[in-house]
């Protein structure tokens, strides 16, 4: 559902019709309380309409999904003094090779001066597919083309606390039926090699070697 319009309150909590318009009264007193006037609002978007066996679908509207939404976005430079020979038409890529079908990088901006945030993601859902729903285990330190990385943290999703921090607020829930497990403790480690689960999403501050961020900007 991209757009829903209602020309009566269907009682489900918001008071009045769901029927938004260019201009709104203010909600405050001395006005109109919120009364809608004006042409109707339009919400365009596309949809795409793929046919594939059950067992093999997410293989195809998963990576498809990211694609529409962030798309290859082009550049053009009409300053020619500032096109080397050779350059036009050649390409460059960071990463030193493709990452498994399963993964994908989504973050990777610099930090500081040395480190740089990177985000990485499982991007299909438990039985999804019968191969690429599996865990995917990845090195980080085969993962840069031009440089080494001499450290990493692992961070909450924000990247604004440690991953060990994260375990240490985590509710244990409890669930009926099942035993309570104790809280795992997680030990800092120097190792670069993560496994990561269906639609699990880690960052990481990697430290690198002869980095300059501005390659990241």
Not at 29 to 56: C, I, K, M, N
Request: with cysteine.
């Amino acid at each position: 559902m991209v757009h829903r319009r209602l020309l009566k309150d269907d009682a489900r909590g918001v008071g009045e019709p769901l029927n938004e318009t260019k201009f709104v009264e203010p909600y405050v007193d001395g006005f109109a309380q919120g009364q809608h006037f004006g042409p109707g609002l339009v919400v365009r978007g596309q949809h795409l309409l793929t046919f594939s066996a059950p067992t093999q679908a997410a293989r195809v509207w998963r990576p498809l999904m990211d694609r529409l939404y962030m798309p290859a976005m082009p550049f053009f430079n009409q300053d020619s003094d500032v096109l080397q020979e050779g350059v036009v038409g050649s390409s460059y890529s960071a990463l030193r090779e493709q990452l498994p079908a399963s993964l994908e990088l989504i973050s990777l901006s610099p930090w500081d001066d040395t480190t740089i945030l990177c985000r990485i993601a499982h991007q299909f859902g438990i039985d999804e597919d019968a191969e690429l729903s599996q865990p995917v285990t990845l090195d980080l330190q085969s993962l840069f083309a031009d440089f080494r990385v001499v450290g990493v943290e692992e961070r909450g999703l924000a990247a604004t606390i440690s991953r060990e921090e994260v375990e240490r607020r985590r509710i244990a829930w409890v669930v009926e039926g099942e035993q309570r497990r104790p809280k795992e403790r997680r030990k800092s480690s120097s190792t670069t090699v993560f496994t990561f689960g269906p639609l699990q999403i880690r960052t990481f501050l990697l430290r690198l070697t002869s980095m300059d961020v501005t390659t990241f900007v």
